[in-house]
């Protein structure tokens, strides 16, 4: 997936590059999952977010694992302690086993591909082994071009992800539309010219995509 596999032109208009991030944009409520999860495990149900955004040791280790540097075997031992929950063994794939993917989101990216825009993911890493989410959630399959944090030693929002994205897409940024649900993530982009769309609401994100690019999700 390092270069795009098809050749197929994109309808006319000014872009050619489709790029998605992965939570928030392609998964559906992740919130309500994590919160589900942390009362299974007898947690405040506010456990995982409070942690995983609050605790400095904890944000620590996300930044390592979303850079490579650390991996998720690893997170997960050293953060179910501070989280309170006594088994460390796949910490990240059980309190995301219930996400599921954003049935509109994925199907606008599969009009986007079939209509011949380049489809890329540009995702913060939260680890491949012994969770894969994108496996989990069925994505892989959507795009020309795969660029994840860990992979790469670098992460959203430095503008070398978003350089090296364009790179492998053969495109410039004036061609390329990139969707985040991070208002932190998308002034980079922009920089680069990169038209940028916050994802909010899936119904609304969808809408405005297919207004953009001229193709039409059609739900499953």
């Known amino acids: 997936m390092d270069q795009p ?8 208009g000014p872009y050619r590059g489709l790029i998605f991030d992965f939570v928030g944009v392609l998964t559906a409520d992740a919130l309500a999952v994590h919160r589900q999860w942390c009362v299974s495990e007898g947690l405040d149900e506010q456990a995982w977010r409070r942690t995983l955004n609050t605790d ?40 995301w086993a219930g996400v599921r993917p954003a049935g509109g989101m994925v199907e606008l990216a599969r009009a986007a591909r079939a209509a011949g825009y380049t489809v890329a993911l540009l995702s913060n890493s939260f680890g491949l082994d012994p969770y894969d989410p994108y496996e989990a959630c069925g994505v892989w399959e959507l795009f020309d071009v795969a660029v994840v944090s860990e992979r790469e ?47 909010t609401d899936e119904t609304s994100t969808v809408a405005r995509l297919e207004a953009l690019l001229g193709v039409c999700a059609v739900p499953a």
């Open 5 to 12: 596999s098809h050749t197929s032109t994109p309808p006319d």
């Open 56 to 95: 400095p040791v904890v944000r620590g280790l996300y930044a390592d694992l979303e850079r490579g540097t650390l991996t998720q075997q690893e997170w997960n031992r050293r953060t179910a302690p501070i989280l309170g929950v006594a088994d460390h063994v796949n910490l990240m794939g059980r309190a």
């Open 153 to 199: 030693g670098i992460a959203k929002p430095d503008p070398a992800i978003y350089r090296l994205t364009l790179e492998r897409m053969g495109l410039r940024g004036e061609e390329c539309v990139f969707v985040d649900d991070h208002p932190v993530n998308l002034p980079p982009a922009q920089a680069l010219g990169i038209t940028t769309v916050l994802a």
